[in-house]
């Protein structure tokens, strides 16, 4: 059984930072791509960050460039998201999202791409 769980979200003040973890269990991460989305209130959810599976390549939406770091640990089966500089627009529910590597466009964002899905975890971001 294959599960994506999220951890590390909360409440943080502009400027602050939070790191976000997934732990993936059920697949052998080395195959795999990792992708955080983010869902904000009213709004569709949207492509944050990704990660090759072996090379590490890195992808950023503009939105978060310079501000967000993803990072992984295939021997931890984890994978994480260090952000910093926060801002009250980054409030969402954050989600991670793992698919077949070499079948991605990691800078385009595809939901449909990624196979595995976890529940999200809760950031919000306010004085």
């Known amino acids: 059984q294959v599960q994506l769980v999220e951890s590390g979200g909360g409440l943080v003040q502009p400027g602050g930072s939070l790191r976000l973890s997934c732990v993936v269990s059920g697949v052998n991460l080395d195959y795999y791509a990792i992708a955080w989305f983010r869902q904000a209130p009213g709004k569709d959810r949207e492509g944050v960050s990704s990660?090759?599976?072996?090379?590490?390549?890195?992808y950023y939406a503009d939105s978060v460039k310079g501000r967000f770091t993803i990072s992984r640990d295939n021997a931890k089966k984890t994978v994480y998201l260090q952000m910093t500089s926060l801002k009250p627009e980054d409030t969402a529910v954050y989600y991670c999202?793992?698919?077949?590597?070499?079948?991605?466009?990691?800078?385009?964002?595809?939901?449909?791409?990624?196979?595995?899905w976890g529940q999200g975890t809760q950031v919000t971001v306010s004085s």
């Open positions: 999202a793992a698919g077949l590597s070499d079948l991605i466009a990691l800078a385009a964002w595809v939901e449909d791409d990624y196979d595995y």
């Open positions: 990660i090759s599976s072996k090379e590490g390549r890195t």
